[in-house]
């Protein structure tokens, strides 16, 4: 059996172990291996398991990765994510939709202290679909509103898929948050005028609540302020040269866990459950890494990265017709996968086909920047996206009386801006790029 039909095969059996609903890890070390043992021995195939598992697990950037999950979870354990929700409905909670929007706000806020897109779709739910259920917001626009906004934990940053693409591609993180910025800040502003739009053609789906005093407004802008100082200390100090992003992922995390303790929210309960959740939601990326490694490792014996790369090279399309076929196949992998596998497994195949293209002559780094950008917010797009959307089952989890059908309903004026901003960012990548001139 040739290489190539091994490598189809490994592709064919991953496949499936999803269907079967096998873990993520599972699914792409599984055939890996196997693929892996096909093409070598026995005594190579122990070699690159004893050899992968090493050299992944002492890389020392991807400890920014546990270290910006754990400011995440101090943020959650110690009230600092209703503290956002709070502030952010005390201002805008008066208008039609308004807590609606503050909960995308608050998403934004908490986006900047977690990284993870699922993460901030748990916590935000927990926070604020209670009170928009309260104030008789309609289901449909109150989980597709959380929804959509949880994927704000991946586009402002910190972003743990950033923080992987930079590891697989070699790039400088700093510049990819940089970059993230303004997408992140465009997403959040569009989610909130959607919102402004769906409730003045539909103004039955939301109730505007009493307008706050303003004492109290002030007294809830007052009670965000560890986070304002977290986020300005953190990326105030990577930015201006002061630390690496990992270190700056360290001071962030204890950070975050002084602002908990000094909002005396913080037991010695949550503290455990802070890190234990850091714990396993640190074992389970690096699981992945480890399944994608193995497939990964098999796939280059195969040489389908080089056969690849080279085939897209030579199509007879425009360049940025195949970067837009790639970011519809990461689309399509999002109703499946999550967003690490999907980086994992596809970024070593496609990231040297990308950089072989000739897009808007840019050079090698800002092409590879441009290029990561589009791929976080074509992520973003596959979490909220049907049949599967993970963020859609995140928040429906919770908000269990509402019928997913009428989730996935509402996301939809979601996805169109979704789109439109990734369009606009296919053709404009000064849009993202613009802030690494200004930093850099």
Known sequence: MDALTIGLLMFVGMLILMALRVPIAAAMFVPGALGYWAMTQDAALLNQLK???VARLTVYDLSVIPLFLLMGQFATQGGLSRALFQAAA???????GGLAMAAVLSAAAFGAVCGSSVATSATITQVAYPEMKAHGYHGRLATATLASGGTLGILIP???PLVVYAILTEQNIAKLFAAAMVPGLLAMLGYIAVIAVVCRLQPELASPSAPTPWPQRWQALLGIWPIVVVFVVVFGGIYGGLFSPTEGAAVGAVGTFLAALLRRELDWAGIRRSFMGTAETSAMVFMIFLGADMMNASLALTQMPKLLADWMVHLPVAPLAIIA???????VLGCVMDELSMMLLTIPVLFPAVMGLDLWGLNPEMK???????????VGIGMTAP???LNVYV???VAKEVPMAETYKGVMPFLLTDVARTVAMLFFPSLCLGLITLFF
């Open 395 to 397: 928040v429906n989890s």
């Open 51 to 53: 050899g992968s598992a």
């Open 368 to 378: 590879a920047i441009w290029f990561g950008i589009l791929v976080l917010m074509t």
């Open 158 to 160: 910190p972003s743990v």
């Open 387 to 389: 049949p599967v959307g």
């Open 325 to 331: 076929a790639i970011m519809v196949l990461y689309v």
């Open 90 to 96: 005390a201002f805008v909670g008066h208008i039609r």
